[in-house]
Nanobody, 124 residues
Framework: QVQLVESGGQLVQAGDSLRLSCAASGRTISSYTMGWFRRAPGKEHEFVAGIRRSDIRTYYADSVKGRFTISRDNAKNTVYLQMNSLKPEDTAVYRC?????????????????WGQGTQVTVSS
C-alpha cells in the first residue's frame, strides 16, 4: 500500500506558475499509474493529468493542456504537477492518486489510493 502527501498549494495571482508535489511512501511510484485530480467548491472531482506507469505516457484534461505538466521522479518517489499561466478557474483542492495498473488514469474510479489534497487559489 502506498501513502501520498501533497504539498505546494498556495494563493497566487492569475498568470503565475506553481508546482505541486506528491510524495509517496510505502511503495515505489514506479509500480503505479499516478494522477492529479481537482475539486472546486460545489463541483465534482475533475481529472487534471495522469502519467502511466509502464511507458510514462501522459494524459491531460483539455482545460489544462499546454499549461500543466505532470512528471515523476522515481529516485525521489515523487510526482509533480507544474502549473503555468494559472487562471481563477484553476482554483481547487488538488489531490494526487495512485493506481497499481496500466491505465490512462483519466477516471477517478481507476485509482485505489489518494492523498488528502492541497489548496490552490488563483486570484484575478
Amino acid at each position: 500500500q502506498v501513502q501520498l502527501v501533497e504539498s505546494g498549494g498556495q494563493l497566487v495571482q492569475a498568470g503565475d506558475s506553481l508546482r505541486l508535489s506528491c510524495a509517496a511512501s510505502g511503495r515505489t511510484i514506479s509500480s503505479y499509474t499516478m494522477g492529479w485530480f481537482r475539486r472546486a467548491p460545489g463541483k465534482e472531482h475533475e481529472f487534471v493529468a495522469g502519467i502511466r506507469r509502464s511507458d510514462i505516457r501522459t494524459y491531460y484534461a483539455d482545460s489544462v493542456k499546454g499549461r500543466f505538466t505532470i512528471s515523476r521522479d522515481n529516485a525521489k518517489n515523487t510526482v509533480y504537477l507544474q502549473m503555468n499561466s494559472l487562471k481563477p478557474e484553476d482554483t481547487a483542492v488538488y489531490r494526487c492518486a495512485a493506481a497499481p495498473r496500466d491505465v490512462a488514469g483519466t477516471r477517478k474510479s481507476e485509482y485505489d489510493y489518494w492523498g488528502q489534497g492541497t489548496q490552490v487559489t488563483v486570484s484575478s
